[in-house]
């Protein structure tokens, strides 16, 4: 079976705090996905990550993909209130099959 | 381009009832994926449709079922709902090619009382 832990499970922090969400499994898998959840919304796709050791960027947000493909982590620096909500991470595996994380829930105060 | 539909957005049923959840995808999508998300066991596949035909299917019981029409819409069935079925069903529809996009729709939250 394969499981998606993420770390930390809850975030609280103040505005302009930069963090980091990990999100690990003891599976390789061909690509890895970060969602964003928002109440009463359905997960939007933030980013793909593909190649090993790969590093993406999108805007405040970094991501990266371990070397052996089974980590990958997401860095938000100078956090702010819209980044609040639920970031899940899934890996691919399978035709539209995702194994999703844990979840990590963030919420960014003024 | 309007986004993938979920209708109804919320429904209130009793254990033993049976329950059916519907899911247009975008225009063009031809792929349609059904998912349970639970505070206890988070986001789960249900199964996964491509042209009518089911490609992938996830570990749920026989009482989870779907099917896709012609037109790329689906349903999804359950059947003898029990307490533990009460969740956030969510779909998502891609063209269908492996690693591609997902685009999900809001949902529908059942509740089993």
């Known amino acids: 079976t394969q499981l998606l832990e993420q770390s930390p499970q809850f975030l609280s922090i103040q505005e302009g705090e930069n963090l980091t969400v990990y999100c690990n499994s003891s599976s390789v898998f061909s690509s890895l996905q970060w969602y964003r959840q928002e109440p009463g919304e359905g997960p939007v796709l933030l980013v793909t990550?593909?190649?090993?050791?790969e590093v993406k960027k999108l805007k405040r947000l970094t991501f990266q993909f371990g070397d052996a493909r089974k980590d990958s982590s997401l860095h938000i620096t100078a956090a702010q209130p819209g980044d609040t909500g639920l970031y899940l991470c899934?890996?691919?595996?399978?035709?539209?099959?995702?194994?999703f994380g844990t979840g990590t829930r963030l919420l960014v105060s003024p | 381009k309007a986004g993938v539909t979920q209708t109804p957005r919320y429904l209130i049923k009793t254990r033993g009832q049976q329950v059916t959840l519907s899911c247009s995808p975008i225009s063009g999508h031809r792929s349609v994926s059904w998912y349970q998300q639970t505070p206890g066991q988070g986001l789960q596949f249900l199964f996964e449709y491509f042209s009518e035909t089911q490609r992938n299917k996830g570990n749920f019981p026989g009482r989870f079922s779907g099917r896709q029409f012609s037109n790329s819409r689906s349903e999804m069935n359950v059947s003898t709902l029990e307490l533990g079925d009460s969740a956030l069903y969510l779909c998502?529809?891609?063209?269908?090619?492996?690693?591609?996009?997902?685009?999900f729709g809001s949902g529908t939250q059942l509740s089993v009382l």
């Open positions: 990550v593909v190649t090993g050791g």
């Open positions: 899934a890996g691919a595996a399978g035709f539209q099959k995702l194994v």
């Open positions: 998502a529809s891609s063209g269908g090619q492996l690693g591609e996009k997902l685009f």
